[in-house]
């Protein structure tokens, strides 16, 4: 498609994966659309033509029964408001529909609650009284996606919930009516109020995992300064980045974020990339040399020429890496609501077609009461308890241990882990530099704290935290040079920390897997302080055992192939690649996909994110970027990689009683509606069978406690 333009449009209100591609079909058939909708994310990507108009679009998106918000400067707010009230509603509903849910099974099921004087009318409709809030206003957005549904000729899993709980409803009401008051009906009002609870609390889950991957992005571009210092003409000018052009020139003073991508054309410093590489080590910068938005600039003000802003830049690549890799995992259609697009209409047949035999040939008055039987039994009670029990219980026990799981996708990516692959810095290390050897007397520790404390660089932070005790002597004139180090005056004597650029004429002995920085006196070399990231104290461990368990492990480093290589020699990785960006990240994890291996992927940083959420399983360190644990599938509270292989196996765990569950609950079904259209499907027996489903999917789920 040629002349195009392109929109992404938020939309909002889709309940599921197939929600999506309807939309993706209707905004294709406009002629010159080219659509693709991201239900992890709820963005329409959009190409178009120019004689296309973006409300065209919106109004396409609410034709077909959603909510699309075209790009404003306020939409980020506007739309984590929606993604928040959603959330809150959704809670709110559950909640209610609990309270409400709790009396309504006691007094139904529990004889001993029918207290003396209480009639038959009285205790049943005082039930139906309590389901009805439940029914109506609880499970309306399970009841509004079925309608939705229906209106493009579609059945999902919310259209097989709502068709079961109206049954269960109008099927107690019924029976009621029809005893009369006379005798106890069998009613199936618990079926009414269970499945909606628990169907809206595994939505409410849903919903703040989906609300979570959207804060990735957002937290992408929260990270670079919105605005920056414009040079013009000599005068500095304060100015949104988004005015910014191609050739224009910002001042980034000392410890300041810089805002663009661009080159220095003044001045010297030293500057971390943590944000696009994860290695904390700040690299020096002079004249000609590039930098990103998003770094961070260590001591001296630079003068930098713009060349690329907003989209262009990295850190807008990231993200824009992060949303594809998360909507190649986001289309994986639920397994209730593939079965369901066959079971509803199904059901719905055989319903018919069993009312009308029994109508026209059998026994024309108890059709309607075999035709409830048949959807009730239908009611999918222990398929919509399946998932949200096992994903609440096995989310639970995974808190106690530590982890954090985004929600239930992760239990069906987890099947079965082949390779994990570590990020460096932060994750296998602690991302804190320290002195790991030192050449420099006890005499001039003083000389070398007093110096160290004058700078942040992180090379003197550790210096700093090494020698620190050591006391302090009176340096004078004490500057930080940027790209080079620390210099000042003791005794008349010129005192200099830092790296090789105070003397490159100097023979210095090669250093490649630390940082190696040299203290100088009146142009003398003292000696040197070798600084490095410690390894996490149980890496090793994490790797033996994961190793034992026959998964592939696979270091992945932005860092120099040198430092890289020492440190996967010390840990007993399989093997190690350095030197990576963050889109080679990505290429990594699909290299190992296309060998059909389900790949997790261990990070801490921003740089992260996109491998993150490429891979099957994604893990963050809770000591890592809130991008990072945003985007990730598991979270890692504590400081521990040994919870890795934990959440691995608690996760496989989990999904094979999720599989448990929906085998039960479908096979349940299967088997009883035949019993139930031959008419000798007692009701009393019917309700039965369906608490002990559910009876048995909760106890099944309760065992990964």
């Known amino acids: 498609m040629t002349d195009t333009s392109q929109v992404d449009l938020v939309v909002t209100g889709m309940t599921c994966a197939s929600c999506a591609s309807r939309i993706e079909r209707k905004l294709n058939k406009l002629d010159g659309v080219e659509a693709s909708v991201n239900y992890a994310t709820g963005v329409a990507h959009v190409?178009?033509?120019?004689?296309?108009?973006?409300?065209?679009?919106?109004?396409?998106?609410?034709?077909?029964?959603?909510?699309?918000?075209?790009?404003?400067?306020?939409?980020?707010?506007?739309?984590?408001?929606?993604?928040?009230?959603?959330?809150?509603?959704?809670?709110?509903?559950?909640?209610?529909?609990?309270?409400?849910?709790?009396?309504?099974?006691?007094?139904?099921?529990?004889?001993?609650?029918?207290?003396?004087?209480?009639?038959?009318?009285?205790?049943?409709?005082?039930?139906?009284?309590?389901?009805?809030?439940?029914?109506?206003?609880?499970?309306?957005?399970?009841?509004?996606?079925?309608?939705?549904?229906?209106?493009?000729?579609?059945?999902?899993?919310?259209?097989?919930?709502?068709?079961?709980?109206?049954?269960?409803?109008?099927?107690?009401?019924?029976q009621i009516v029809q005893s009369a008051g006379h005798h106890d009906p069998h009613i199936y009002i618990d079926v009414a109020v269970v499945v909606p609870v628990f169907v809206l609390i595994g939505r409410w889950l849903e919903a703040r995992n989906k609300r979570a991957a959207g804060a990735s992005l957002r937290a992408l571009a929260d990270a670079t300064p919105k605005s920056a210092v414009h040079l013009v003409g000599g005068v500095r000018m304060t100015v949104p980045v988004a005015q910014l052009r191609a050739g224009d020139v910002v001042i980034v003073p000392a410890e300041s974020p810089i805002p663009v991508d661009g080159v220095v054309v003044a001045g010297a410093s030293s500057v971390s990339n943590a944000l696009l590489t994860g290695e904390s080590l700040p690299i020096a910068v002079t004249e000609d040399s590039e930098v990103q938005a998003g770094a961070l600039n260590h001591e001296g003000e630079l003068q930098v020429r713009v060349v690329a802003v907003g989209a262009g830049s990295q850190v807008a690549r990231i993200a824009a890496l992060v949303a594809a890799a998360q909507s190649g995992k986001a289309n994986i259609a639920r397994l209730a609501d593939r079965v369901s697009a066959i079971f509803v209409p199904a059901v719905l047949a055989i319903t018919l077609a069993t009312g009308a035999a029994w109508y026209f040939w059998v026994d024309a008055d108890r059709a309607i009461d075999v035709m409830l039987a048949v959807l009730v039994i239908a009611c999918p009670c222990a398929l919509g308890l399946a998932t949200p029990t096992a994903l609440v219980v096995g989310s639970g026990r995974a808190a106690t241990l530590g982890i954090l799981i985004a929600g239930p996708e992760v239990f069906e990516n987890s099947r079965s882990v082949d390779v994990v692959i570590f990020d460096k810095t932060g994750t296998l290390t602690t991302g804190n530099m320290t002195v790991t050897a030192s050449t420099i007397k006890p005499e001039d520790h003083a000389v070398l704290a007093t110096l160290a404390e004058a700078s942040t660089h992180p090379v003197s932070v550790a210096t700093l935290r090494e020698f620190g005790d050591a006391g302090r002597v009176d340096v004078l004139n004490i500057v930080a040079v940027p790209g080079k180090g620390v210099r000042g005056s003791l005794d008349g004597q010129v005192v200099e920390f830092g790296g090789r650029g105070f003397h490159p004429d100097f023979e210095f002995e090669s250093a490649t897997e630390f940082t190696r920085s040299y203290l100088f006196i009146n142009n003398e070399l003292i000696g040197h302080v070798d600084v490095a990231d410690t390894i996490d104290a149980s890496a090793a461990e994490t790797i033996k055992l994961l190793r034992a368990r026959g998964i592939r492990t696979v270091m992945a480093s932005g860092d120099r192939d040198a430092v890289a290589a020492s440190v996967a020699a010390q840990l007993g990785v399989d093997e190690y690649r350095a030197e990576l960006t963050p889109d080679q990240k990505i290429e990594v994890v699909r290299e190992f996909q296309s060998q059909r291996k389900i790949v997790a992927m261990v990070g801490d940083g921003s740089n992260d994110a996109p491998a993150l959420a490429a891979a099957d399983i994604g893990i963050a360190m809770g000591r890592g970027t809130a991008v990072a644990r945003a985007t990730a599938d598991i979270t890692l509270l504590r400081p521990d990689l040994m919870l890795v292989p934990a959440a691995l196996k608690l996760s496989q765990r989990t999904l094979r009683v999720i599989k448990q569950n929906l085998f039960w609950a479908f096979g349940y079904n299967v088997a009883a509606i035949p019993l139930a259209m031959s008419g000798n499907l007692n009701p009393m027996i019917a309700g039965i069978a369906m608490s002990a489903s559910s009876v048995l999917v909760v106890t099944n789920s309760l065992r990964l406690r």
């Open 47 to 174: 190409n178009y033509v120019p004689t296309v108009e973006v409300d065209t679009l919106v109004s396409t998106v609410v034709a077909a029964g959603y909510n699309a918000l075209a790009p404003n400067p306020l939409l980020d707010e506007q739309v984590a408001a929606w993604e928040k009230a959603h959330e809150r509603d959704l809670k709110t509903r559950w909640l209610v529909g609990a309270l409400l849910a709790v009396p309504t099974m006691a007094i139904a099921m529990i004889e001993s609650l029918h207290f003396s004087g209480w009639g038959v009318f009285t205790w049943t409709w005082l039930t139906i009284a309590l389901a009805t809030p439940v029914v109506f206003w609880a499970a309306w957005p399970l009841h509004r996606a079925s309608f939705r549904n229906a209106r493009h000729r579609a059945t999902t899993m919310d259209t097989l919930v709502s068709i079961g709980v109206l049954a269960a409803y109008v099927g107690s009401i019924w």
